[in-house]
């Protein structure tokens, strides 16, 4: 279930949010928001004010707690609700307990009661921490994209972790690997020529990858012998790459989960291909082809080609954004203005330019006004594989390039969407990293965006963003002339 507050109208007396606290009519202050969906607590945190009827301590506390015990209501096939003083604390609060186990909402509603007495300034969740989430995976060290100093990954992960957020990763496909097919949802094969293929069969249920190597000269081209590249593999693993497992890698939004999109094998994608990948890979209908049964929010396409974004495609991207899925795209690797690059050149897509561990525009890194962000694209550790031609023995390999920084930001992308308590739609999301985006640490050689993209910062936006619509509702709700 996505890590999502969920507030009826019904609750409208429960708290005035603003990152993270809220106040009760009566001023107390009510803070849940440590409480997560799924968790239960029994454990709270009450201070009283000052200047009561009677003095403050145990006595006046448990009067307090009585007060509310009577006024609940109570069920006949339900046991009465208990209240317990645990201790005194510093600072004049005290911890109590209730009878039993609650979840979020019950909570949420006991808390309420208890702040809307006269005696409460304040209640708030006695909060399980844990310590900040270092991985045991073993190359986790090397992995210096995640780093606060790199994308703010590790400091994101405080907050959100891509619970509950699909990626489709449009690309060459994907192979099985250890450290990744836990976050693997079925995926679908577009590709229609067999010779491009390679996999001996038309668009099917098997987003399997048979590799995209070629012989010289095999793609109409002066080209020279390509091995297969596992692309798909590698985005997949950046984004998603299971953590914590004591194997491998780190994937940056490792709660989210990755259907894959074959569009692209040897010598490439055709146009046809990419439109019908993006189209059912949203949630659209695509002929012949099986609804998609877990439609993403996101969508990565970490390819591109000279020209100029055509009709069919824009329709395709405004489409997908229509049904409410952030495209990131790729600014590519030709080190030339991205204007003249597709689907870069294209409109509603979000445009990943690359920089190095210093910051500066990676040398082979397009760049140009199409550009909106940029990401770290060198010396990625992801999940590969050894194999020159067909898969062989699953590896971690170091990759390289824009498609790479713009996996990373569809990650950061998964991190917000998993923050929010709705899904954000694609404008909300690329104006948040914008805004939120790390300056460049000295002027970029050419224009690559608003600046480097801070995973930390863009999971803070959409969390103030939320607590500041909240703060607006119940600040009309409460005021003199709100009505209900």
């Given amino acids: 279930m ?232 590698n985005l997949a693993g950046a984004i998603v790459a299971v953590t914590n497992n004591a194997k491998g890698v780190a994937g940056l939004a490792h709660g989210a989960k990755v259907v894959p999109v074959r569009i692209s094998g040897t010598c490439g994608s055709v146009t046809s291909d990419i439109i019908d990948g993006i189209t059912w890979a949203s949630g659209g209908t695509v002929p012949d082809a099986p609804a998609n049964p877990h439609p993403a929010e996101i969508l990565n396409l970490s390819f591109g080609g000279s020209g100029a974004c055509g009709a069919v495609m824009q329709e395709a991207l405004d489409g997908a954004v229509q049904r409410g899925a952030t495209i990131v795209v790729a600014a590519g690797n030709g080190a030339q203005d991205s204007t003249g690059v597709a689907p870069a050149n294209c409109r509603n897509v979000i445009v990943v330019a690359g920089v190095t561990r210093q910051g500066e525009r990676a040398q082979s890194s397009n760049y140009g006004a199409a550009i909106d962000i940029a990401a770290p694209s060198q010396q990625i550790l992801t999940t590969g594989n050894t194999g020159l031609t067909h898969a062989e023995q699953e590896n971690i390999s170091a990759e390289r390039g824009t498609s790479m920084a713009a996996a990373l930001v569809s990650g950061v992308v998964a991190l917000m969407q998993s923050a929010t308590e709705r899904q954000r739609t694609p404008a909300e999301i690329e104006a948040m990293l914008k805004a939120s985006a790390a300056m460049f640490p000295g002027l970029p050689s050419h224009p690559i965006g608003a600046g480097i993209v801070d995973a930390q910062a863009a999971v803070e936006a959409v969390r103030k963003a939320d607590a500041e619509r909240l703060q607006a509702t119940y600040a009309f709700i409460f005021s003199d002339d709100g009505e209900l």
């Fill in 2 to 233: 996505r890590n999502r507050w969920r507030f009826a109208l019904g609750l409208a007396t429960a708290l005035l949010a603003t990152q993270g606290w809220a106040a009760a009519p009566q001023h107390a202050v009510v803070d849940a928001s440590s409480l997560q969906a799924g968790m239960r607590t029994d454990r709270f945190i009450v201070k009283l004010r000052a200047g009561g009827a009677t003095p403050l301590g145990a006595s006046r506390l448990e009067a307090v707690l009585q007060r509310v015990i009577a006024a609940m209501p109570r069920r006949v096939d339900q046991p009465a609700q208990t209240l317990h003083h645990v201790r005194p604390m510093a600072l004049g609060a005290d911890v109590i307990r209730s009878g039993v186990a609650l979840d979020r909402a019950e909570a949420e509603d006991l808390m309420r009661r208890i702040a809307a007495d006269p005696d409460v300034e304040s209640i708030e969740i006695d909060a399980v921490m844990q310590p900040s989430l270092i991985p045991n995976d073993p190359q986790f060290p090397d992995q210096w994209h995640l780093a606060s100093e790199a994308t703010g990954a590790i400091d994101a992960w405080d907050f959100a972790n891509g619970s509950g957020v699909v990626v489709a990763v449009v690309d060459t496909g994907i192979i099985r690997h250890s450290d990744l097919e836990a976050n693997i949802l079925p995926g679908y094969d577009f590709i229609e020529e067999l010779v491009r293929a390679n996999d001996g069969d038309g668009p099917d249920d098997d987003p399997s990858d048979p590799g995209d190597w070629r012989d010289a000269n095999a793609c109409g081209t002066s080209d020279p012998v390509r091995p297969s590249s596992w692309h798909g593999t």
